[in-house]
């Protein structure tokens, strides 16, 4: 295999995966950066760009930031490999339209602030059902310890909503705790960086890198962060491994994470499964496990409407998917019953 494909993630299952593809003529790359009309990708040769095939726009395929993709002469994207991992949200504003923030990411650092205006355990939940279910491994990563009064009382408040994920609390202004995120990208791996704006991912991404490669900007008055990364972005770092940067996420709408959520309230699940009733709605059903916890304080009860909140919205996104999927199958009944139309159509006899 090519050293500098391997540097960016390739691996022997790409290796093969691509060989029908090289058959074809194509070379593999990656996307580092995705524009409006053109991407920027990193192959055997180095940087360059390419447009997308006419087939794939038709067909709404959109390659995203850390996909593989296959590239014909002349630059031109003509094939996206399958995903090993996505991280994706529904669009905002938008019908229910998936959004890929990351994909082929081995890691994703979930990053939050340790500041009044950043720091929501409920806010963590949602981004970690995101993560579960994109397929990559989730860690937390805690910045700005420096302007935290109880660091480690935040460290275990975090524990009660992560269970299992890896916490590192780091400090972006003496260094303390980042060394700690270099062991993610042995081996050529891929990580992605998540969350709101101005928690410090441009931070992590230069001492990751040993230098400046992204700009920083300091927090404001209102404790808030402020917006310095302005496009998703895929950086090979000197050495090794690969970072995608994301703009911070105003909100971050859930994408089909059934799965995810599981994993993220796997203590609600598991007291779940031992109610009397397989479809127990926790609500007023005799021998309801969940309701006893919560009586009890086994099951704290904003961990247990945050889950509630979550399930709603994933219910309401799966309705509409449903209806949209309706919609789209009548239209294309009524397009195939026009085009029966057209064609078995008699034709006119000529006039006399």
């Known amino acids: ?123 963590l939940e949602r981004y970690l059902a995101t993560a579960w279910e994109s397929g990559a491994q989730p860690v937390i990563v805690l910045t700005k310890t420096d302007l935290c009064a109880d660091v480690q009382a935040a460290v275990l408040e975090v524990e009660a909503v992560a269970f299992g994920v890896p916490i590192h609390a780091v400090n972006g202004l003496t260094g303390e705790g980042l060394d700690g995120l270099s062991p993610y990208l042995a081996g050529h791996r891929t990580v992605a960086l998540l969350g709101s704006s101005g928690v410090g991912k441009s931070t992590i991404v230069n001492h990751l890198a040993g230098g400046t490669v992204m700009p920083v900007a300091e927090i404001g008055s209102d404790g808030r962060g402020r917006h310095t990364t302005r496009h998703r972005e895929l950086l090979p770092l000197p050495g090794g ?54 009586r009890t304080g086994t099951l704290p009860r904003d961990r247990f409407d945050s889950w509630r909140k979550l399930q709603r919205e994933l219910g309401r996104l799966e309705r509409r998917l449903d209806a949209r999927a309706r919609s789209e199958h009548a239209q294309q009944i009524r397009k195939e019953a026009r085009q029966r139309r057209r064609t078995q159509r008699p034709p006119r006899g000529r006039a006399r």
């Open 1 to 123: 295999m090519s050293e500098a494909l391997m540097r960016l993630g390739w691996t022997p299952e790409r290796e093969t995966e691509f060989e029908q593809y090289g058959a074809e003529g194509l070379r593999p790359a990656r996307v580092a950066v995705e524009h409006r009309s053109a991407y920027v990708l990193y192959g055997e040769q180095g940087e360059f760009r390419a447009e997308l095939a006419g087939r794939l726009r038709h067909e709404e395929i959109w390659p995203a930031v850390g996909d593989w993709v296959g590239v014909r002469e002349p630059e031109t994207i003509a094939a996206v490999l399958p995903r090993r991992t996505v991280f994706s949200r529904k669009e905002p504003w938008l019908a229910a339209k998936e959004q890929v923030l990351a994909a082929n990411a081995d890691t994703v650092f979930v990053t939050t602030a340790l500041t009044p205006a950043d720091f929501k355990p409920r806010r």
């Open 241 to 294: 491994g690969l970072v995608l940067d994301t703009p911070g996420l105003r909100e971050l709408q859930l994408w089909d994470v059934s799965h995810g959520l599981e994993q993220t309230f796997e203590d609600v699940a598991a007291l779940a499964s031992t109610c009397r009733f397989g479809d127990c709605a926790h609500e007023s059903e005799p021998g309801c496990a969940v309701r006893e916890a919560l």
